[in-house]
């Protein structure tokens, strides 16, 4: 499976709602109800298994970033008893970087569970949001930046420039 990624076919969730059903076994975070409003959650909504929240992911950070990532987290959520409690309200692309929302952690899990997200928005501007390889590139609009390799630069629909220049 497929989709279009900014006119530009990359690969997709490919999960059945079954392999779905099974990570979020694994990582239960990752389950949403079927609730419009994350906000409001509440326990005992139906979850579906169509769609998880690794699915908010761009598609190179699906591929390089999730696996460790997801597992870090269940491993700070269960030191701090708390794995069956934290929810996410959003996970998104913004200014280039990977932005998590949550709630359901308890103070003294604040701390370990920001530097976790800190770490992972800081390493998603060093990830391809395309295929997944070492970002090279930056595609900038006014108010809209994404990190590219050299080789999804080159068929991206827009004008990019090496990261290096970003930084100066």
């Known amino acids: 499976m497929s989709v279009t990624y900014y006119d530009r076919k990359v690969p997709g969730p490919s999960r059945t709602p079954e392999e779905n059903e099974a990570l979020c076994r694994e990582y239960p975070f990752l389950a949403r109800d079927g609730s419009v409003d994350y906000w409001t ?17 761009e598609p190179g950070w699906q591929k390089v970033l999730a696996p460790q990532m997801w597992a870090e987290l269940k491993e700070i959520l269960e030191r701090h008893g708390c794995l ?3 929810r996410f309200m959003s996970i998104k692309e913004k ?10 952690v308890p ?4 701390d370990d569970v920001d530097a976790w997200r800190d770490k992972y928005a800081d390493l998603s501007k060093t990830v391809c949001v395309a ?8 595609v900038k609009w006014p108010n809209w930046i994404n990190y590219l390799c050299d080789e999804c630069a080159a068929e ?12 100066a």
Do not use: H, V
Request: with cysteine; glycine share 8%.
């Open 41 to 57: 959650y509440e326990d005992g909504k139906p979850i579906d298994y169509t769609y998880t929240w690794e699915d908010q992911l």
């Open 84 to 86: 069956n409690t934290f």
């Open 95 to 104: 200014w280039g970087e990977l932005n998590m929302f949550y709630m359901g």
């Open 107 to 110: 103070q003294e899990a604040d």
């Open 131 to 138: 295929c997944g390889a070492p970002a090279t590139r930056a």
């Open 156 to 167: 991206w629909p827009f004008k990019s420039e090496p990261i290096e220049e970003q930084k």
